[in-house]
T-cell receptor, first 112, second 115 residues
Framework: RKEVEQDPGPFNVPEGATVAFNCTYSNSASQSFFWYRQDCRKEPKLLMSVYSSGNEDGRFTAQLNRASQYISLLIRDSKLSDSATYLC?????????????FGTGTRLLVSP | DAGVIQSPRHEVTEMGQEVTLRCKPISGHDYLFWYRQTMMRGLELLIYFNNNVPIDDSGMPEDRFSAKMPNASFSTLKIQPSEPRDSAVYFCASLPGQGRSGELFFGEGSRLTVL
């Protein structure tokens, strides 16, 4: 089983739609969680951290469910510019050192 | 700061040749990660270093792959001999040891094609 799993998509949605992605992780010792965004042929960049209490950044909401070992990302009022691949990242402390493991990513296509 | 710098940006080589990818992390960052990205497997963690010391190389696919970090400002990933299945984008990323955990800073990647 992969350490971090995501539905690869693609998710095709119209502008203005709300879309949600889920991600599951296998290591219960995982310490912290993040969503990254990757545009076509570019490097990944941090989108937002995911906190236990849930957190929001504009149109983006991230949530963590430690009991079920999954995290989610909700995008409201989708824009064309949101089209990208969204990567779930889990930080598994490895003998005191940080180890960041990526999911395979979920591709989002927002159409006019 | 210039960010993480990788070279070469693109490399096309023939099977059996040696390939060396280079990375200069952001000054002051304690961690350096090497990832490989393909359509089929996504971003795979190959190896990472903390203060120039390899911490976990369990993601290195086989003995043909090796990585070094001789000092805080330079790392290499070497493939010898290369094979067509090694074709991928190789990313280097650095992370500060303290502060905002999880904010990896990536280089632009090295796109490798092995014919």
């Amino acid at each position: 089983r992969k350490e971090v799993e995501q539905d690869p998509g693609p998710f095709n949605v119209p502008e203005g739609a709300t879309v949600a992605f889920n991600c599951t992780y296998s290591n219960s010792a995982s310490q912290s969680f993040f969503w990254y965004r990757q545009d076509c042929r570019k490097e990944p960049k941090l989108l937002m951290s995911v906190y236990s209490s849930g957190n929001e950044d504009g149109r983006f909401t991230a949530q963590l469910n430690r009991a079920s070992q999954y995290i989610s990302l909700l995008i409201r009022d989708s824009k064309l510019s949101d089209s990208a691949t969204y990567l779930c990242v889990v930080n598994v402390m490895n003998t005191g050192f940080q180890k960041l493991v990526f999911g395979t990513g979920t591709r989002l296509l927002v159409s006019p | 700061d210039a960010g993480v710098i990788q070279s070469p940006r693109h490399e096309v080589t023939e099977m059996g040749q040696e390939v060396t990818l280079r990375c200069k992390p952001i000054s002051g960052h304690d961690y350096l990660f090497w990832y490989r990205q393909t359509m089929m497997r996504g971003l795979e963690l190959l190896i990472y270093f903390n203060n120039n010391v390899p911490i976990d190389d369990s993601g290195m696919p086989e003995d043909r792959f090796s990585a070094k970090m001789p000092n805080a400002s330079f790392s290499t990933l070497k493939i010898q001999p290369s094979e067509p299945r090694d074709s991928a984008v190789y990313f280097c990323a650095s992370l500060p040891g303290q502060g905002r955990s999880g904010e990896l800073f990536f280089g632009e990647g090295s796109r490798l094609t092995v014919l």
